[in-house]
């Protein structure tokens, strides 16, 4: 199974600032997810995404988060106002084929000061 | 209440040991996982099971559907080993994964 590349692998931001999280690349797979991290917690479902809409979101994907597929291949998660508690390893996802079951992006370490 | 519970939460063994995590859910699953995370963060699936065993390499994965139990074995353990091991479920396919909380594993040389 190919990789799943997270951009930037770290990003620092000040509070209040708008971050685009990317996962690239992502070829003929229809089921896409976003995970985080909160340091020393387990990972949390963030949101779902399906045929290029949202099939399922959690409480914490508020009205400051949104996702899109903005050209078919890139994976995007952003974060209109970053808080402080925005701080997180946040992770995409899709789902395999065959057996290989869920394959989890790189991963990108969000900073927010 | 969490919905994948996991023991022990931390674990240091010897080099050479043979190490068991255990793994418990509370809700009805199409498949469990096994995962791996470097201190990187990086997440590396290891297995996919949704019955009996399965084994790659020095790692063993099992699970009891009617207990709702998985056991993920590590033989002649290595100092490369250590990292944390989560326990994840999905209740249908291409459902959201449900994540244990871990279990951080150090193997002394």
């Known amino acids: 199974e190919p990789e799943v590349t997270q951009t930037p692998s770290h990003q620092v931001t000040q509070m209040g600032q708008e971050v685009i999280l990317r996962c690239v690349p992502i070829s003929n797979h229809l089921y896409f997810y976003w995970y985080r991290q909160i340091l020393g917690q387990k990972v949390e479902f963030l949101v779902s995404f399906y045929n290029n809409e949202i099939s399922e979101k959690s409480e914490i994907f508020d009205d400051q988060f949104s996702v899109e597929r903005p050209d078919g291949s890139n994976f995007t998660l952003k974060i209109r106002s970053t808080k402080l508690e925005d701080s997180a390893m946040y992770f995409c996802a899709r789902t395999g084929t065959g057996i290989s079951g869920y394959t989890f992006g790189s991963g990108t370490r969000l900073t927010v000061v | 209440k969490n919905e994948v519970e996991q023991s022990p939460q931390n674990l240091t063994a010897q080099e050479g040991e043979f190490i068991t995590i255990n793994c418990s859910y509370s809700?009805?699953?199409?498949?469990l996982h096994w995962l791996q995370q470097h201190p990187g963060g990086g997440i590396v699936s290891l297995f996919m099971?949704?019955?009996g065993k399965k084994k790659h390499g020095r790692l063993i994965a099992t699970i009891n559907i009617q207990e709702k139990h998985s056991s993920l074995h590590i033989t002649a353990s290595h100092p490369r080993d250590s990292a944390v091991y989560i326990c994840?479920?999905?209740?249908?396919?291409?459902?959201?994964?449900?994540f244990g909380p871990g279990t951080s594993l150090s193997v002394i040389p």
């Open positions: 809700v009805g699953i199409s498949a």
């Open positions: 994840a479920v999905t209740k249908t396919s291409y459902d959201k994964v449900i």
């Open positions: 099971l949704s019955s």
